[in-house]
C-alpha cells in the first residue's frame, strides 16, 4: 500500500508525506492509518486504496 497524505501546516500551506506498508504492516497499524485517512487529504487513489480505508474503518 502507498499513498501520499497532505496535512495544513502554516495557515495555507501543506506538508506531503509518503506512506508505503505492507498489506501485513498496515494490519499492525490500523489506528494509526485510520488517523491518517480521518485527517489527510488523498491526492490520488486508487480502487485497491479504496477497499484499504473501508477496511481500516471497519475495523474500529
Known amino acids: 500500500m502507498a499513498a501520499a497524505v497532505a496535512s495544513r501546516s502554516n495557515g495555507d500551506r501543506f506538508d506531503f508525506e509518503q506512506y508505503v ?24 487513489g486508487t480502487d485497491e486504496l479504496q477497499s484499504l480505508r473501508k477496511a481500516v474503518f471497519a475495523d474500529e
Open 21 to 44: 506498508e505492507s498489506v501485513d504492516s498496515a494490519r499492525l497499524v490500523g489506528d494509526d492509518l485510520r488517523t491518517i485517512f480521518a485527517e489527510g487529504i488523498c491526492v490520488y
